[in-house]
Structures are given as C-alpha cells and as structure tokens.
C-alpha cells in the first residue's frame, strides 16, 4: 500500500518561497508519475506539477517559470520548490501517486483522475 507523508507548508509573504516534501513508502516497481496538487478554498482541485519516471515534468502556465518539481529516488522524497510566491497559490497542497504501468500524457499528467494514492496535504498560505 503507497503512502505519502507531505511537509514543509506554512505562511509566507508574496515573493516568498517554500518547499514541500512527500515522503513516499509502499510503492510497487514499475513505470508511476508522481504530481502535486492544490486546492484553495471554494474551488476545484488542480494538478500543479508532475514528473515522471524518467524524469519528464510538466506544469500548469500559472506556475512555470516559479515552481519546480523533483524527485529524490534514493531517499523517496518528492519536492516542489515554490518560488516568487503569490496570494492566488494560497491553497491546500497534496502529493499524489499514479502507478498506470506506463508514462501519463501531458493531459493525463495533471488530471487527479488518474491518481489513486493521496496525501494528506500541506497547507500554503501567501499574504500580500
């Protein structure tokens, strides 16, 4: 059974930066995509990043260019480094796992659909 322990949420000021972990236990072998999501107050919930196996990211447009989304295999950790931080990312943020077996399309990559495993989330709070 995957489990996923995220960390690292907080306040900060608008221009701020964070950087959350998941922590990752139980998973199977095989190809996975691994993505972070939030979900803020009110409103739906969006894929922000993903990363593959072999690497591959992907991003929302509001996030590129200020997040960044790694893996650390040898300690099954995942990250999302959040720079130049925004009100508007204020959100509940989740790690999720998908073990398909194969590499998600970069539609698939950032639909929560697809993930069967969740963490608890992290909250990220960002004051102008």
């Known amino acids: 059974q995957v489990q996923l322990v995220e960390s690292g949420g907080g306040s900060v000021q608008t221009g701020g930066s964070l950087t959350l972990s998941c922590e990752i236990s139980g998973r199977t072998y095989g190809k996975y995509t691994l993505a972070w999501f939030r979900q803020a107050e009110g409103k739906k919930r969006e894929g922000v990043a993903s990363i593959e196996e072999d690497g591959d990211t992907l991003y929302v447009d509001s996030v590129k260019g200020r997040f960044s989304i790694t893996e650390d295999t040898s300690k099954n950790i995942l990250y999302l480094q959040m720079n130049s931080l925004k009100p508007e990312d204020t959100a509940m943020y989740y790690c999720?796992?998908?073990?398909?077996?194969?590499?998600?399309?970069?539609?698939?990559?950032?639909?929560?659909?697809?993930?069967?495993?969740w963490g608890q989330g992290t909250q990220v709070t960002v004051s102008s």
């Open positions: 999720a796992y998908c073990a398909a077996g194969w590499g998600l399309t970069s539609v698939q990559a950032l639909d929560l659909t697809w993930y069967s495993y």
